[in-house]
């Protein structure tokens, strides 16, 4: 294909003569089959190969070469050296489950390219040797004669050398809205793949008509396997959690490491026994691990999936869930996502007068408006006469099933029956009374369709028109008036109300009628090439979906920019782009950018073309795919929703591709990691509402989760300096941390969305995890921790409690604090009392379940033994309780202090300080 060798024919710039020199085609015989088996040999069969890539062992191993990985290993491994079989048991089993989550998401390419193949169709009518034959599609080759009717899917990329009405549904590879009617005639050498009308590419429909083709590339090199090429070259993007939580692990690694060692040799320096000073080292190492952390991330994302299915987003890979959160740009596509997907006539000129017709869709109800006031059709015989003309010039037909009313046939057609059966008008009825007797059909050379009714015993003829303007224009000599009064023809002025429509976006086709003689049987060209009556205009566009508008303004609010990237026209798009208020300032039509302006343009002019440009028009895959780089080049996180083969490189190079499930294709689906379930843009910024509350929960959780490992590491260093025994235990920091991320920890993933969660900005990509007021909390609540756990310990030996006994109120400190702590974190600005104290259920059953746990470690003998633990009496629970009481309103304070002096949320704020 152009651009992929430079020493092939752009064939679409070629005659159908020159293009069968090029490759000895035969347009009456086709290849002989020796030569057929010849080139299959040379050029291989015509399919797409998926490539092997690693094993599936090599994969699987590759999952466990993650920092993360590395430290939860680190503590399976401790613990098992201590002989604490659940917890090693526990902590290994959630390795192995993001491993194979991971194995199985990593397998998504994979899948995707095998989805592209099976787009090849199986079979293709060939002339072989002078004989048509239907063969497998996977024996085509270059220079082969291929033989197209409505309902092929086409086999390979084809120079169109004949044809009757050929029409073909490109919207999988172009995302051209409407089928394209093709022609013959040579195109210049820069034509935009939409534009090439001469040519027919692999994996498109034949929708009408018949067609004559010459083979020019199969397999690889055809416009879908350069797509294949370009899926290979993509690397699957690291979300911006995945990220953080990567530079947050080689964070935790290596001070767990710093730490362990420093404690080991301070232990040694003191004259400290080498087993007793290994095991302190083991404690704060154990200590310092996030054991709870991969499962509250793989949780709280699992319910955020939960979640967006029910607002109709299905997600395919986890990770996804966080990313829609951090999103800073939406690219779009228009047809269908944005819009209804069907054609609706919008404007109606008919006896010198504008009418707006109401509704979408092909739904048979809405109104018809001059100038904002309700008119009844049937009382402005013009425009009754133009609705009429546009039924009955007709070949489709409106159905209504469960699911709506659908069209089968043209959607253009399919507008012009809605519109009238708004006005009243009843098909059934008119066809009976003006039965057809013969018809033109469309075609791309004559760009009008013409029939003939009977009107009646005695009667003329009655003719109807419809087509392009210039057309039906050059066929009228006289106008119609508001009451079908004849009167001049005013061609001025139909051009310029024609060119004021299309300024609107809309499609404009104009109408007509005319008469025969009454014995007249059939219709020919001749006989409708002048002498007709003008009828009007009709104007209608795939309108805006109401929600999407909706959305687009919410995602604005959220400081979300939206960019439509389509196949489609510049006008089209620019007026539905203004529709939905993607303009600069939500009102003024938006600059656009076309394919054309986006090839001559270098990386860098393109990355700052793409940021101040909403609207980018007959664009092609390899520019969806450079535009998704250039806005990833200047830091933004990307979402692109897409549902055809095009569609899939930009897909998986975002940081979250969104397929459509209803309109899009299996390789769309294939690449994208999440699927909507309706197609529609308003349910893309519903996952964006629930990917921000999905991130503020994991934030909390980490915010809630890391003063524990910080103070239990505090408090075993605190210890080896003051060369006193150590109050808490590695087994019991194993029991701290477990226990409490499961029954406490996890319940913040339940957490529901805090008000105003759509009226800020996106968390910039580059802030990281630990902010510096993350950092000050962490120090805060860890501080806490040790003062409040190494003090009552001492207390407790000083008081005559035995070391089980005092070792087991720290224990207690550690998960009473975590409790009381845990209401803070619900929110990490506002107070806990401004919340509701039933908005989170779960969090109550989780506190029950900690409490009773508790109280087992502390009483139950076969805890004791197991844990070290002893029973406590009132008082030392008393004192427990008080510590973690004032370590809650020590940080409510801090809340309020933080929002007297505007510091911003916990997390949130815009220091780029921290890790």
Request: net charge neutral; charged share 20%; hydrophobic share 45%.
């Amino acid at each position: 294909m152009p651009g992929t060798d430079p020493q092939e024919p752009v064939w679409h710039a070629l005659s159908g003569p020159e293009a069968l020199d090029s490759l000895g085609g035969e347009p009456r015989r086709g290849l002989e089959p020796q030569e057929a088996r010849r080139r299959l040999d040379q050029h291989g069969p015509n399919q797409l190969e998926t490539p092997t890539g690693p094993g599936a062992l090599r994969r699987l191993l590759g999952q466990f070469n993650q920092p993360l990985v590395y430290i939860l290993l680190a503590s399976g491994a401790v613990t098992a050296f201590l002989r604490e079989w659940v917890d090693a048991g526990v902590i290994l089993g959630v390795v192995l489950v993001n491993a194979v989550v991971g194995y199985v998401q990593e397998a998504k390419a994979l899948q995707a390219l095998a989805a592209l193949s099976r787009t090849m169709v199986a079979e293709a009518l060939v002339l072989r040797g002078g004989q048509q034959a239907r063969l497998d599609a996977r024996e085509l080759v270059p220079g082969d004669m291929v033989l197209l009717q409505a309902g092929d899917k086409v086999p390979a990329d084809l120079r169109l050398l004949g044809g009757r009405e050929l029409r073909v549904d490109e919207s999988a590879l172009t995302g051209e809205s409407l089928p394209v009617e093709k022609d013959l005639n040579p195109l210049p050498p820069a034509t935009a793949l939409a534009e090439r009308r001469n040519m027919a590419y692999a994996s498109t429909l034949v929708t009408h008509g018949q067609g004559r083709g010459l083979v020019v590339a199969t397999g690889a090199r055809s416009e879908v396997g350069r797509i294949s090429r370009l899926m290979t070259e993509v690397e699957t993007l690291q979300t911006p959690l995945t990220r953080k939580i990567a530079r947050f692990s080689h964070l935790v690694l290596w001070a767990i490491l710093a730490l362990a060692a420093t404690a080991f040799a301070v232990g040694l320096g003191r004259g400290q026994p080498l087993v007793e000073t290994f095991m302190a080292a083991v404690a704060l190492a154990v200590g310092a691990i996030p054991e709870g952390l991969p499962a509250a991330v793989t949780i709280t994302l699992a319910i955020g999936v939960s979640r967006m299915a029910r607002r109709r987003a299905v997600v395919r890979r986890l990770p996804a869930v966080e990313t829609l959160g951090s999103t800073t740009v939406i690219c779009t596509d228009k047809t269908g996502t944005l819009t209804e997907n069907r054609m609706t006539v919008q404007e109606v000129w008919a006896g010198g007068s504008f009418y707006a017709v109401t509704g979408t869709g092909y739904e048979p109800s809405g109104e018809f408006l001059e100038d904002g006031v309700r008119v009844e059709p049937r009382q402005r015989p013009a425009l009754w006469g133009a609705l009429l003309a546009g039924a009955l010039c007709n070949d489709s037909e409106l159905s209504e099933y469960e699911q709506g009313w659908r069209v089968q046939g043209d959607p253009t057609e399919g507008a012009l029956l809605a519109a009238a059966a708004k006005a009243g008008f009843v098909l059934s009825r008119g066809q009976n009374r003006l039965p057809r007797l013969d018809a033109i059909p469309f075609a791309s050379e004559s760009q009008f369709m013409a029939t003939m009714h009977d009107a009646g015993p005695g009667q003329p003829r009655l003719v109807y028109l419809k087509g392009a303007v210039e057309t039906v224009l050059a066929r009228c000599s006289r106008s119609l008036g508001d009451q079908c009064q004849p009167g001049p023809l005013r061609a001025g002025e139909v051009l310029a109300r024609a060119e004021e429509m299309a300024g609107r976006g809309l499609r404009v086709l104009a109408l007509a009628q005319g008469h025969l003689a009454p014995d007249d049987a059939s219709l020919e060209h001749e006989e409708v090439a002048a002498d007709h009556d003008f009828l009007g205009l009709v104007g209608m566009l795939d309108p805006p979906r109401p929600e999407a508008v909706a959305a687009v303004a919410a995602c604005r609010r959220a400081g979300i920019r939206v960019k439509m990237i389509t196949g489609d026209h510049a006008l089209t798009a620019q007026a539905i782009a203004q529709r939905i208020g993607l303009g600069e300032d939500g009102a003024q039509p938006p600059t656009v950018l076309g394919g054309q302006r986006i090839s001559a343009l270098g990386d860098e002019e393109l990355a700052r073309a793409a940021q101040a440009t909403s609207v980018f028009a007959r664009v092609s895959p390899e520019q969806k795919l450079r535009l998704v780089r250039a806005l990833q080049a200047r830091g933004e996180i990307v979402a692109m929703t897409g549902d055809g083969v095009n569609d899939a490189p930009a897909l998986r190079q975002a940081d979250i591709g969104v397929a459509m499930g209803l309109a899009g294709t299996e390789v769309a689906k294939q690449a994208a990691d999440m699927v909507l379930a309706d197609d529609n843009f308003a349910s893309i910024a519903a996952a964006v509402e629930e990917g921000r509350g999905v991130f503020d929960n994991l934030v909390k959780f980490i915010v809630w989760t890391l003063p524990t490992n910080l103070g239990e590491g505090l408090v075993i260093l605190a210890a080896i300096l003051a060369g006193v025994a150590l109050p808490i235990l590695p087994v019991q920091i194993l029991w701290i941390n477990m226990t409490t991320a499961v029954a406490l920890g996890l319940m913040l993933a339940f957490e529901p969305k805090e008000p105003g969660i759509m009226d800020r900005p996106p968390r910039p990509p580059a802030r990281p995890i630990l902010t510096r007021q993350v950092l000050e909390r962490l120090l805060l609540v860890g501080a806490l921790l040790l003062a409040g756990a190494f003090g009552l310990h001492e207390w407790e030996l000083a008081l005559g409690a035995s070391q089980a006994q005092a070792r087991t109120v720290a224990v207690n400190v550690f998960v009473l604090v975590e409790l009381f702590y845990l209401f803070n974190c619900r929110s990490l600005t506002r107070s806990v009392l401004a919340l509701g104290l039933v908005s989170n259920p779960p969090l109550f059953a989780g506190v029950g379940l900690m409490l009773g746990l508790q109280l087992l470690f502390t009483y139950w003998p076969a805890m004791n033994g197991m844990f070290h633990s002893a029973p406590v009496g009132p008082s030392s629970w008393l004192r427990a309780l008080g510590v973690a009481v004032l370590a809650f309103l020590v940080v409510e304070g801090e809340k309020r202090w933080r929002q007297a002096r505007g510091g911003g949320e916990v997390g949130g704020d815009r220091s780029s300080q921290g890790m």
